[in-house]
């Protein structure tokens, strides 16, 4: 069975930092592009970041640009989300997601496999 789980939210002030993670299990990464995504209260799950399959290439959302980094180790299965200079807008429950393919774009239709969700909350 192909499941994704994310880790690593919680409560931190703002300017502070977290990362999260997203760990597969049932496959292996190498083969997918993977993204991240949030969802605030109220609002629509947006785009965050991707990333490639071979991590050689990321898009980042605009309000993110600059302060959070994706990454990836093949070696662990496990995808990174380095967050910093956090800010209260980025409040929400972030996803990751996992599509078999070489590159990918931060439209959600273009992901098969979604995690639960972990949550993030940015408050002081």
């Known amino acids: 069975q192909l499941q994704l789980m994310e880790s690593g939210g919680g409560l931190v002030q703002p300017g502070g930092s977290l990362r999260l993670s997203c760990a597969a299990s049932g496959f292996t990464l190498d083969y997918y592009a993977i993204g991240w995504f949030r969802q605030a209260p109220g609002k629509e799950r947006e785009g965050v970041s991707c990333?490639?399959?071979?991590?050689?290439?990321?898009i980042y959302a605009d309000s993110v640009k600059g302060r959070f980094t994706i990454s990836r180790d093949n070696a662990k299965n496990t995808v990174y989300l380095q967050m910093s200079s956090l800010k209260p807008e980025d409040t929400a429950v972030y996803y990751c997601?996992?599509?078999?393919?070489?590159?990918?774009?931060?439209?959600?239709?273009?992901?098969?496999?979604w995690g639960q969700g972990t949550q993030v909350t940015v408050s002081s």
């Open positions: 990333i490639s399959r071979s991590g050689g290439s990321s």
């Open positions: 997601a996992a599509v078999r393919t070489v590159v990918a774009g931060l439209g959600q239709n273009e992901y098969d496999y």
